[in-house]
């Protein structure tokens, strides 16, 4: 069984984006994409390419900044291919984190599925747990959190790592999780997969969600 041990800071693992979801709530249907994102070198916004601009060592796309126009509380629905790097998305998403970032993503049936990525919150939360998983390129599941990493494996890893999240949120609430691939140029419908398989069965609570870079 995972231990998502100790509550409050850890100090790990993972430089997050800082668009956050709730697993609150009923599932958010498709909607028409402000962005598109069907590859690692540009998205699309209203039929005109956006070239990838970020520095490799950061996070920033200052050309999808200047080209997303967003007020307050503005929600801005991402499209993201299934096989489009996590390290694309992660600059997509950082980039917007002032927005309410609704990521859809064809599951692995090909229904189009949601993910709402809220932005961080002003006023901090309390004290709780958080994590960060990193799928590897066999599925496994690296998990860190403030008592150490551990791996989950098997055949069905998400799934392990959802009936832990259940258990363990009992005795600490989970205050957020961060999702992300052990390596940058993985295909971000693993990393959807994963996030899926927690926020179908609301496994985690009302976590918020991020999207994580592992720091090595």
Same mark, same amino acid.
């Given at each position: ?20 979801? @709730?697993?609150?709530? =009923? ?19 209203? &039929?005109?390419?956006? #070239?990838? $601009? ?7 796309? #200052? ?8 007020? #307050? ?5 991402? !499209? ?6 996590? @390290?694309?998305? /992660? ?7 002032? +927005?309410?970032?609704?990521?859809? =993503? ?20 309390? !004290? &709780? ?10 599925? $496994? /599941? ?10 989950? =494996? ?7 790592? !959802?009936?832990? /999240? ?15 691939? $052990? ?9 959807? $997969?994963?996030?899926? !398989?927690?926020?179908?069965?609301? +496994? ?7 999207? &994580?870079? #592992?720091?090595?």
């Amino acid at each position: 069984m995972l231990v998502v041990a100790a509550c409050g800071g850890s100090r790990e693992h993972a430089a997050a984006a800082d668009a956050v979801g @709730s697993s609150e709530g =009923t599932e958010i249907a498709p909607a028409s994409a402000d962005v598109e994102l069907r590859d690692g070198s540009s998205a699309i916004i209203a &039929g005109r390419a956006v #070239p990838m $601009d970020g520095v490799t060592e950061g996070l920033a796309w #200052p050309g999808l900044d200047a080209a997303v126009h967003r007020g #307050p509380h503005a929600v801005v629905v991402l !499209a993201v291919g299934r096989d489009v790097p996590v @390290s694309t998305v /992660l600059h997509a998403v950082w980039t917007l984190r002032d +927005a309410e970032v609704r990521v859809q =993503t064809p599951d692995a049936a090909g229904a189009v599925r949601v993910l709402d990525l809220r932005p961080k919150p002003e006023v901090p939360t309390e !004290a &709780g747990c958080h994590l960060a998983v990193f799928v590897l390129p066999n599925g $496994d /599941l690296r998990v860190a959190g403030p008592g150490g990493p551990r791996m989950i =494996t098997g055949r069905d890893a998400s799934s392990s790592l !959802a009936r832990a /999240l259940s258990d363990e949120r009992v005795q600490c609430t989970i205050r957020y999780i961060a999702f992300g691939a $052990d390596d940058a140029k993985a295909p971000w419908g693993s990393v959807f $997969d994963l996030a899926r !398989a927690v926020d179908r069965d609301k +496994a985690a609570g009302d976590a918020r969600y991020v999207l &994580g870079d #592992p720091i090595r």
